[in-house]
């Protein structure tokens, strides 16, 4: 069997919090400006300035990739650590308010808030992407298709926003209920090639719906500028090895797709509504619900599809490499996820600021701080350009 190199490239985005008063703080404009230059293109604004966003560059494994990942961790924790601030990984803030949050100073951000008022304004979310890359754009569209059906797996195991505004929202991803406020959300439509897809972004630039293709910002997507399948479903994780173990199972997913295709085979393709029952369990429910295996027209615990998942993978694994780190999906499926962690800390101690106290705490965790990202030059190159939503 001979895969093809399958690249990896990770996005974070971080909260910047205040360790005295546990709340976001605006701040990512300073932050720039003073240390910009140690990170180059490796790290980003985003839209509020509560955010900060990382790439790796681009990882021939995974191993590269969670070196790139702590040592990103490591260099953002000590430049927020010079400003009296921490960062933290979960996919909203237990208890600070949008309102109260200040827009980046960037003309691409306030035409966005322009165009979407509140929507915009109120995304104050925290996601993790994951970039395979594919250089064949017609294969990209291919496995893109097929890899849809998995999304709701990846959102329960990554579940880690069970808070909104301080309170319980009743979801373990209360993250991906607010991203869908946005246009061109959620699953994406099955695309028949890559010129289909191109015939699409190019509707989208002529009627004045969008200035290119980074304003889809569906689960998954093919980027428009790099040679990659974007998996965007995931909420980000506070355990880094929660984040290395879903950008390992992402992979394993597109390899095994490929080797099926190699054998003149293919996985089974499923209406984008049908998709979208699932996404709405997996974000509700997490781990603890049931899935529909539609294959068999009926519901199953999400912890057995997850298994199955792995055992569908299973044979890809070795010739990636990463079989020692998708055990911690196994992990997952035992412990529970980052949400179901917030849910227990709160239900324990009844107090959200305890929670936000775990998440400085565990973001960190396994990383070395002590470490240091160092591109002389600000030039490396990454897996993902310039800054996006």
């Known amino acids: ?12 985005e971080f909260q910047i919090v205040n360790p005295e008063t546990r709340e976001l703080k605006s701040h990512i404009s300073t932050i720039l400006e003073e ?28 191993q590269e990739a969670r070196r790139d990942v702590t ?3 490591a260099t953002v924790n000590k430049l927020a650590r010079k400003h009296d601030l921490r960062i933290v990984a979960a996919g909203t803030h237990p208890f600070s308010d949008w309102k109260t949050q200040d827009i980046t100073p960037n003309p691409r951000y306030h035409l966005l808030v322009e165009d979407l008022q509140d929507v915009a304004r109120g995304n104050l979310i ?37 808070f909104w505004l301080g309170r319980p929202s009743g979801m373990k991803s209360t993250r991906a209920n607010i991203f869908k406020n946005f246009p061109r959300t959620g699953i994406p439509d099955h695309f028949e090639s890559w010129s289909a897809f191109e015939g699409y972004v190019e509707t989208l630039v002529k009627t004045n719906c969008a200035d290119n293709g980074k304003r889809i910002w569906w689960d998954i997507r093919p980027h428009v500028f790099y040679d990659t399948i974007e998996f965007r479903v995931a909420d980000i ?5 929660t984040t290395v173990a879903l950008a390992a199972l992402i992979q394993a997913i597109v390899a095994k797709l490929y080797v099926l295709r190699q054998q003149n085979m293919q996985f089974r393709e499923y209406n984008r509504a049908l998709i979208e029952e699932n ?13 529909i295996d539609f294959g068999k027209n009926q519901e199953v615990h999400a912890r057995t599809l997850i298994g199955e998942l792995l055992e569908f ?20 499926l035992d412990r529970g996820t980052d949400a179901d ?29 002590t470490s240091s990202l160092v591109i002389p030059q600000a030039k490396k190159e990454t897996a993902v350009g310039a800054p996006e939503n």
């Not at 996404?279 to 899935?291: N, S, T, V």
Request: with cysteine; proline share 3%; aromatic share 4%.
């Open 1 to 12: 069997m001979t895969l093809l190199p399958f690249t990896l490239g990770i996005e974070e």
């Open 35 to 62: 240390d910009g230059m140690v990170l180059g293109e490796r790290v980003k604004p985003e839209m509020h300035q509560s955010v900060v966003e990382v790439g790796t560059g681009i990882c021939r494994n995974i």
């Open 71 to 73: 040592e990103l961790r």
């Open 126 to 162: 925290f996601g993790l992407h994951v970039h395979v890359g594919i250089p064949d754009k017609d294969l990209a569209i291919e496995l893109m298709n097929q890899a849809r059906y998995f999304l709701p797996h990846i959102l329960a195991l990554s579940t880690n926003s069970p």
């Open 237 to 241: 994780s506070t355990d880094v090895n």
């Open 279 to 291: 996404k709405w369990r997996a974000l509700r429910y997490g781990l603890d619900g049931k899935l």
């Open 313 to 332: 993978v299973d044979e890809v694994v070795d010739e990636l490499g990463s079989r020692e780190e998708l055990k911690h999906i196994e992990t997952l």
């Open 341 to 369: 962690r917030q849910l227990r800390i709160f239900q324990e101690t009844g107090d959200l600021k305890a929670v936000v106290d775990d998440l400085i705490d565990r973001t960190m965790q396994g990383v070395d701080e």
